[in-house]
């Protein structure tokens, strides 16, 4: 069942270091607030929004945001609303926003747990390559309003200060100024694509490890 929905629109602009952006996203996605709910219902609310991206702030502001709770039986109160993490859906939204070779770079911080990037024996971009994966990463965090340097640090698999000399580094390369690095930055990218797959096929062996084991402890007690 499909629980979120995103699109694009608004004419292309181009950001440092060659990121085209659609300026205005809108969609909906399901929001699970049973704990909310004096029954304890586990049917979702919805949440709209729409965000724009801000040329002046280099970043996507929430332009619109809005519950719908459907027939579930609450009140869309204050207190509700201070509960709602806005911000983490808005960063969702922002996926629609990037374009498509882009969308593996955008997900890197999830791999700060095992280490980033660097974590891979397989990484090897160095040079340019690494400077300017440094500058697509700290553009995507700073477009959707997270803290840049931090990105670079968990995404790569950097010590903080590391990270900042990487950040300083992309600035004296113009990375972080000019947009004509976009075939360069695709480049980027799909060298980054085997790592992510890696990723994702760990991911997938755990689960699967953890349903054996799940399995295993029920049959178990039989």
Do not use: C
Not at 28 to 33: A, C, F, G, Q, V
Not at 124 to 148: F, H, K, M, Q, W
């Amino acid at each position: 069942m499909q629980t979120a929905s995103f699109n694009s629109s608004g004419a292309t602009i181009t950001v440092p270091p060659g990121i085209a952006l659609r300026p205005v996203v809108d969609g909906w996605t399901d929001l699970s607030i049973s704990d909310l709910s004096p029954v304890g219902d586990e049917r979702p609310a919805r949440a709209t929004l729409r965000l724009e991206y801000s040329e002046s702030k280099g970043l996507f502001e929430v332009a619109a945001f809005g519950i719908d709770r459907g027939d579930l039986p609450f009140e869309v109160s204050g207190a509700l609303l201070r509960t709602v993490r806005v911000h983490a859906i808005a960063r969702d939204a922002i996926f629609a926003a990037l374009p498509s070779w882009l969308r593996e770079i955008a997900q890197l911080r999830t791999l700060g747990a095992r280490g980033g990037l660097r974590s891979f024996a397989e990484f090897d971009l160095s040079g340019d390559d690494a400077v300017l994966l440094t500058a697509l990463v700290y553009r995507i965090a700073e477009i959707s309003g997270e803290n840049p340097a931090l990105a670079v640090a968990e995404s790569i698999g950097l010590k903080q200060r590391t990270a900042t000399n990487w950040v300083q580094r992309a600035r004296t390369a113009g990375f972080m100024t000019d947009i004509d690095h976009g075939k360069a930055a695709r480049r980027v990218a799909q060298a980054i694509k085997p790592l992510w797959n890696a990723h994702l096929s760990e991911v997938f062996t755990s689960l699967k490890a953890g349903e054996g084991t799940a399995s295993e402890a029920t049959h178990g007690n039989d």
